[in-house]
């Protein structure tokens, strides 16, 4: 009788493209018992099923693009506390006016944690979505005390990887946690007088140089022109940049 530890990581090797043949190699498990470990994968534990950065080859999370996204919610306004037993609390707040932002981070926390139950928080004003993992470090390395602001946050090589694939849904997840989309009025004198114009824009805000740079980088990579609005916030302005955002955001997010 193999022990749920070895079935694990025989069949991360497996996700890692390795023959049975190898993995039987490299574990000393029979190949008709991979065999049959690989026909009923629900035999695995769920610890197991919920980190792919601690199979014995680490890999990548997946979904690919809702890891983009809940990494933009933990960059733009989430955090990560250690509890006991080394369990981790990844939490994201939500605006209260916006419930279909709330869901959407709730169900972006059970895609890529299915293992991790979610759970919501009333507070003033917002909504606290949040879940419990010993695995929380292993897929925000960024995670570290103090505040994000005070401390150097880059991108693990993996990381980069992930972003660069979906900077759309990176973005839509740094928005929907620490931005908005809204309406600029301004105001013109003419010689045939006062006039008024309205356009929407986006904004994000956020205290750490280096999230926004991720941020800009990420605008980048989707063509989308940008500019910082003040030292610590960054603006997506021109009609064509706000019409090409909204295909990954909505206008009505």
């Not at 039987?24 to 498990?29: A, M, Y």
């Not at 004198?189 to 750490?208: D, I, Q």
Request: with cysteine; aromatic share 6%.
């Amino acid at each position: 009788m193999h022990d749920r530890t070895l079935r694990n990581r025989t069949l991360r090797l497996l996700e890692a493209g390795l023959s049975v043949g190898e993995a039987s190699r490299q574990t000393g498990v029979s190949l008709s018992t991979i065999r049959r470990w690989r026909e009923v994968p629900e035999s695995r534990s769920p610890t197991a099923r919920g980190c792919a950065r601690c199979a014995p080859i680490p890999l990548s999370p997946t979904p690919a693009d809702g890891y983009a996204q809940l990494l933009g919610l933990y960059l733009g306004d989430g955090h990560i506390v250690r509890c006991l037993k080394g369990v981790h609390l990844l939490t994201v707040y939500c605006d209260d006016s916006r419930p279909g932002l709330i869901e959407e981070a709730a169900a972006t926390m059970a895609r890529v944690m299915p293992a991790s139950a979610v759970s919501r928080r009333r507070r003033n004003g917002c909504t606290e979505v949040k879940s419990l993992s010993k695995h929380r470090p292993h897929l925000f390395p960024q995670h570290g005390p103090g505040k994000k602001h005070e401390r150097s946050i880059v991108l693990e090589p993996w990381q980069r990887e992930i972003v660069s694939a979906h900077p759309g849904r990176f973005v839509r997840g740094l928005i929907h946690s620490d931005g908005w989309r809204g309406t600029n009025r301004v105001r013109r004198v003419l010689p045939s007088g006062v006039r008024w114009y309205e356009y929407p824009r986006y904004h994000f805000k956020n205290e750490s140089p280096d999230i926004l740079a991720l941020c800009g980088e990420a605008l980048d990579l989707l063509g989308v022109a940008w500019r910082f609005n003040n030292r610590n916030e960054l603006s997506v302005a021109r009609r064509e940049a706000v019409e090409l955002l909204d295909l990954h955001i909505g206008p009505k997010y």
